[in-house]
């Protein structure tokens, strides 16, 4: 079993590169089936969930080409198969086969998905919407099993603007007969991301990044390529870092405008900063003032932020109140923090942090993915040694964490049982 072990205290200076966005990267290599050809993917992270999607694909008889960032996927060959269950349940984007290969073959057999433990994740919304095109969908336990004659352009209004539905009815009306409007959809950037990727292809979708999409179906998309867009999660985790331990620490690679609530909420919290077009520079601010947050879809301050943010109000002067409002079950790490030393109640979906408190080392564990980046930064900042667990969680989001954090001056490693080093 791997384990990160971070002695904490280390003032951070020097650049941490963001990677491409995990959210956008795990659609958009799905969406590489719905052509016929091969599509070029830049800036792809080196995370866990790309390679269970590049499984997949192999499983679906494409042939794949990794070097460096750079992803290739040649779809000329691709079979439809059912996606086994140890698949379907590796990863939550699993799930972006279902709207492509619907879209492909007008016929999908796959298992419900599998992703973090942060709430019950229904996959209703996508349902409706498939059954809006004209599938017929067959929900055997976690066997799911869509088919459709033909798929017809129609309206949908989504009952909740999610993120994943959003970008499975997309894939599944891109070649639909006529035309397809979907309302009340989600705006995050990556869905921008994806849709420029389907249009590149030859789809004609406009209004990504609105709550209004429209989709003019097409017969036929071809080769492409599409650069993803830098991680605005990643890029949020090591900014909230640099204002607990930096020292002109620099998160490069970003764009700024994807995490404008976070921005304005360390603003209001007194930490300074410098923005530029694709960089934001950060000290450790030793007033911190506390502040309350209620996470938000996108462009609000957005659930992935909260619980690396919990951290930081640990450290901050007065009472903070945090609110969750998506997912039901994010506060699995608090736990943990309070056993560092933090002075954190916590209900279901909200909590009160007491600050500021000095955080000591000790054993925690990756409870998901944003609630074990949260551990890695409360390690980061904590007197002596903190051993996280769990971390696969950690691996499946988070591009060589362990390099980019020892070279901007990190005593972090991963270890695993048999006293192995790994650099990830
Ligand atoms: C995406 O999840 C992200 N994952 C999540 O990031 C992120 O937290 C979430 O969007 C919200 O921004 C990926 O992109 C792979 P949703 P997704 O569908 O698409 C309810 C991370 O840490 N809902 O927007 O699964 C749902 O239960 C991860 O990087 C239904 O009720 O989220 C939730 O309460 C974690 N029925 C809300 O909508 C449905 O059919 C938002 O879910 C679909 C969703």
């Not at 040694?385 to 991963?414: C, F, Q, W």
Request: proline residues 3%.
């Amino acid at each position: 079993m791997k384990k990160i072990i971070i002695n904490g205290g280390n003032k951070l200076s020097g650049t941490i590169p963001i990677s491409g966005a995990k959210n956008s990267a795990v659609a958009i290599i799905p969406a590489a089936i719905l052509c016929d050809e091969q599509s070029s993917i830049y800036n792809v992270p080196n995370i866990s969930d790309r390679d269970a999607l590049i499984d997949i694909l192999h499983l679906l008889n494409c042939e794949t080409s990794l070097n460096g960032d750079l992803l290739k996927i040649d779809s000329s060959k691709l079979e439809n198969k059912k996606i086994p269950l140890e698949l379907s349940k590796k990863m939550r984007a699993s799930y972006y086969f279902m709207g492509a290969l619907l879209s492909k073959f007008k016929h999908v057999e796959m298992y419900f998905p599998g992703g973090c433990n942060i709430g019950k994740r229904p996959i209703d919304i996508h349902i409706k919407g498939f059954e809006a095109l004209g599938a017929k969908v067959k929900i055997k336990g976690d066997l799911y099993t869509i088919d459709a004659k033909e798929l017809n352009g129609t309206n949908i209004t989504l009952d909740f603007a999610s993120v994943g539905a959003t970008i499975n009815i997309m894939f599944a009306a891109v070649k639909a007969k006529g035309k397809t409007i979907i309302r009340n959809a989600a705006r995050e950037a990556e869905i921008v991301n994806i849709a420029t990727f389907l249009n590149n292809m030859g789809a004609k979708i406009t209004g990504a990044g609105t709550s209004i999409i429209r989709i003019e179906g097409v017969e036929h998309l071809h080769r492409t390529m599409i650069e993803v867009i830098p991680d605005r999660i990643e890029a949020a985790t090591y900014i909230i870092l640099g204002a607990m331990i930096g020292d002109n620490l620099k998160i490069e690679n970003i764009i700024p405008e994807h995490i404008d609530a976070l921005l304005s909420k360390l603003k209001d919290m007194n930490v300074k900063y410098e923005v530029d077009e694709t960089s934001v520079t950060i000290s450790k601010c030793d007033n911190v003032k506390s502040t309350n947050i209620r996470t938000e879809v996108y462009p609000g301050f957005v659930t992935d932020m909260g619980q690396p943010m919990s951290v930081l109000l640990t450290q901050a002067h007065g009472v903070s109140l945090f609110e969750e409002t998506i997912w039901e079950n994010r506060m699995g790490h608090v736990k943990y923090l309070n056993k560092m030393g933090a002075n954190i109640k916590n209900g279901n979906t909200n909590s009160v942090t007491i600050g500021p408190t000095p955080l000591y080392g000790c054993e925690v564990e990756a409870t998901d993915l944003r609630g074990g980046a949260a551990m890695v930064l409360a390690g980061l900042i904590a007197e002596g040694t903190t051993t996280i667990t769990s971390i696969e969680h950690i691996l499946r989001g988070y591009d060589s964490i362990i390099t980019k954090l020892k070279n901007v001056g990190a005593d972090i490693k991963i270890e695993d049982d048999e006293k192995d080093l790994v650099n990830m």
